[in-house]
């Protein structure tokens, strides 16, 4: 079947690790997402399962079979690209069996095996055009479909919607997840797009310089990072992150304090520097805070930039009477905080508004190694007044 296992696979081009020990397994029938910036890693990996590269180190089997150094074409995968290179001079009958007839299957298969994937990715009726007949989408599908004709236990597909606009790309991801039920076989998928990886994957491999940071489904890379990198780069718009330092009961940033019990955190001690992140749909205007459960201390603020999206709107606030003027980005990230706000309340720039953060959806990372700490934070102990003056220490 189609499992797919990479144990510590490097690649090294000169003083480039475009690998870096990564240790994957896919399990049969998956779809698994590669995700990460660009020059990340993503494709290198892919085309190391391909057999397009051999690694500098480490093993990859499939199907339980070591394919480590065999050619793609022994692998029992099939490819499909961000470039749809179809021959312009065939129809779509002839640029799906192409493959199939080179091999000398006989006519009955190949008419079989093309009227399957035909019917799999909607091109009845088509197979007599040719590609300049086609949109993009349908060009596409035709190059899905001459991948499902060799029938191989692992579709590799690299960025294969990168080249559609922005609609066809939202409809061709659904398409992709139908295809993925009928065909029950296994997907590993590169983009760069983290909505496209969240959308359609069983599990999400996130990369960053070559290296895994997480391998989980995308609920889980959202809701559990496991570092800061992932924090940031699953979810649009990002998490909001501020430094602070830990007291006896929360952690102090420089322009407010968030009350927990710091009893919870192993291994952190008063002083020690971490980083609080918040989704922009865990900060709450204070009036319309009544359903959150556990909010934390008020946050003054002012409203800076709004960005009206339809259904919500994103409005930068500005905490510890930060203004915009003069402000640079990067420096001020501190005192700057992005929420999301009901698309049918009242509000305006340069607004004072009170905020409070959902405390069950905070994380805190360990500024320096950038490792998530904790995912939702308690209130402290009982007996620790609101003000959190008597909250114990977190020896
Ligand atoms: P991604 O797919 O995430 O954009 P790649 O896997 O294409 O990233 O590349 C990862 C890194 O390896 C990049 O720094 C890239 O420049 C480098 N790289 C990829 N292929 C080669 C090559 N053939 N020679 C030298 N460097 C390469």
Redesign the pocket.
């Known amino acids: 079947m189609g499992e797919v296992n990479l144990e510590h696979v490097s690649k090294r081009?000169?003083d480039?690790t475009?690998?870096d020990d990564m240790n994957l397994e896919i399990e049969d029938g998956e779809f698994v997402t590669l995700v990460?910036?660009?020059?990340?890693?993503?494709?290198?990996?892919l085309e190391t399962i391909a057999g397009l590269t051999i690694p500098t180190e480490g093993t990859i089997s499939i199907a339980d079979r070591d394919v480590t150094t065999l050619p793609p074409k022994d692998r029992g995968i099939a490819m499909v690209f961000q470039n749809i290179a179809l021959f312009p001079h065939m129809d779509v009958y002839d640029n799906i069996s192409f493959g199939l007839r080179l091999r000398s299957y006989e006519k009955k298969e190949v008419d079989r095996r093309v009227d399957r994937a035909a019917e799999i990715v909607q091109l009845e009726g088509m197979l007599d055009r040719m590609p300049d007949e086609m949109s993009g989408g349908q060009r596409q599908r035709v190059a899905i479909a001459r991948a499902i004709v060799r029938e191989p236990e692992v579709f590799l597909m690299d960025e294969p919607l990168a080249n559609l606009d922005a609609k066809l790309r939202v409809h061709m991801r659904t398409e992709l997840q139908r295809l993925h039920k009928e065909l029950d076989a296994t997907i590993v998928y590169?983009t760069?797009d983290q909505a496209e990886a969240m959308t359609m994957s069983d599990r999400v491999a996130v990369?960053n310089k070559?290296e895994l940071q997480q391998f989980a489904p995308p609920l889980t890379c959202y809701n559990e990072p496991t570092n800061l990198f992932v924090a940031g780069f699953i979810g649009s718009p990002s998490m909001n992150f501020v430094e602070g330092t830990v007291d006896s009961d929360g952690l102090q940033t420089e322009d407010f304090h968030v009350q927990f019990d710091t009893g919870q955190l192993d291994g952190i001690a008063t002083d020690d520097r971490l980083t609080l992140g918040v989704r922009p749909e865990d900060v709450y205007l204070t009036d319309d805070a009544d359903d959150v459960v556990a909010p934390t201390e008020s946050i003054s603020a002012k409203t800076d930039v709004l960005e009206p999206m339809g259904d919500e709107i994103f409005v930068y606030i500005l905490t510890g009477g930060a203004t915009s003027e003069g402000m640079d980005a990067e420096a001020d990230d501190s005192h700057q905080l992005l929420m999301s706000v009901d698309p049918d309340k009242d509000i305006d720039s340069d607004q004072d508004v009170d905020v409070v953060l959902d405390r069950e959806h905070l994380h805190l990372f360990d500024t320096e190694t950038g490792d998530a700490i904790a995912h939702g934070l308690e209130f402290a102990s009982v007996g620790t007044g609101p003000t959190g003056t008597e909250a114990e220490g977190d020896d």
């Open positions: 081009y000169d480039v475009a690998v990460g910036p660009s020059g990340c890693g993503k494709s290198t990996t590169v760069h990369i070559g």
